[in-house]
Structures are given as C-alpha cells and as structure tokens.
C-alpha cells in the first residue's frame, strides 16, 4: 500500500516537473511569457535533523535545480531550499533523514519565474525507519503572485517530523 501510494505521489509530482537537461540562462529581460503563466520542476538532495516538539530545532536543507517552461520560454537556476524557522512553532519531529525529492512549482500571474524565489508557508511531513518518504505542500502569494509546490521525498535515515513552517526558495550561482 505504500508503494501504491509513493507512485501516486510521484507520477502527479511528474505531470509538471520538466526532464530536460539543458540548462539555459535568463538573458537581459527576454523572461515574459504571454499570459504570465510558468511550470516549473525542482529535483533537489539534502538533510532534514533536529529535535523539536513545539520548542526546539528540526531544519531541512536541500540543492537542486529549478527548471520552467512558460510559453515559448525556458528557465534553469541551482536553488538552495530551506525549512524551518524559529525555535518555538507547530512543528514536532525527531530524527536524521538524507532525502532526494521532486516538486513541481506552479506559478500564476507572473511574468518571470524568479518570483518563485522567496519564503513560502509550508505543511510538511517525514517518516523513516532506515527508508522512508516525505511530502510538502507549499504556498506563496504575493500580490500579484501566486505560487504553489507540491513535493515528495524518498528518505534514509530514522525518526519523524509533521507540522506547519517556513520554506524559503534562494538562488546560488
């Protein structure tokens, strides 16, 4: 039943992510697609740990790439991921997770895909014993803006974590 259920997880995770291996670059303003519509697909590694039940500290970090297509444009940029935020909040986790994952990032209103950069909310949870998986769903908005991110992740490790936080999106060169 878990399997069926991570399948299903990654294949609606897969209906946006984009496989295409060529990175380009944005140039000089030429990132306005007709409409301000943008897809995007972000594959990232990284570590979740902590200890955290209301008041502590449990943190994921991750890098990837972020990749979109709007209409008749592309975009690729290395992000580095966070979540986590203050010592106290409505979170509650224990444990050490290595994780790989996939997202697929929608985003309306925009006219660039770099406005999925930033400080999202996010509900979150994780759970392993040696494997395990983990899922995200994010929200920005931003007048004009409006994102999503939907995420999931295959863990190593041992422990659990569930709760609501802050996810922040940043750009590394």
């Keep these: 039943m878990k399997k ?25 303003g030429d990132m306005h ?55 106290i909040g ?13 997202s697929s990032e929608i985003s309306l209103f925009n006219s660039s895909p770099e406005v999925l950069l930033g400080k999202y909310a996010v509900a979150q949870g994780e759970a392993a014993i040696i494997g395990g998986v983990g899922a995200f769903t994010a929200v920005k908005v931003g007048l004009p803006q409006l994102a999503f991110n939907v995420s999931v992740q295959l863990l190593k490790g041992i422990g659990v974590q569930v709760g609501i936080d802050k996810l922040t999106i940043s750009a590394i060169d």
């Excluded at 299903?8 to 060529?22: I, K, P, V, Y």
């Excluded at 943008?38 to 570590?47: E, I, N, Q, S």
């Excluded at 409505?90 to 996939?102: D, E, H, P, Q, R």
């Design 90 to 102: 409505a979170t509650a986790g224990i444990g050490y997770f290595k994780l790989a994952g996939i």
């Design 4 to 28: 069926l259920a991570v399948i299903l997880a990654l294949s609606f995770a897969g209906m946006f992510a984009n496989a295409d291996t060529t990175t380009l670059q944005p140039t000089g």
């Design 33 to 87: 697609a007709a409409g301000g519509a943008w897809v995007c697909g972000l594959a990232f590694k990284g570590t979740s740990k902590g200890i955290k039940v209301i008041v502590g500290h449990f943190k994921t970090v991750a890098y990837g790439t972020l990749s979109c297509k709007g209409v008749g444009q592309t975009y690729s940029q290395n992000v580095k991921i966070e979540i986590g935020h203050h010592w």
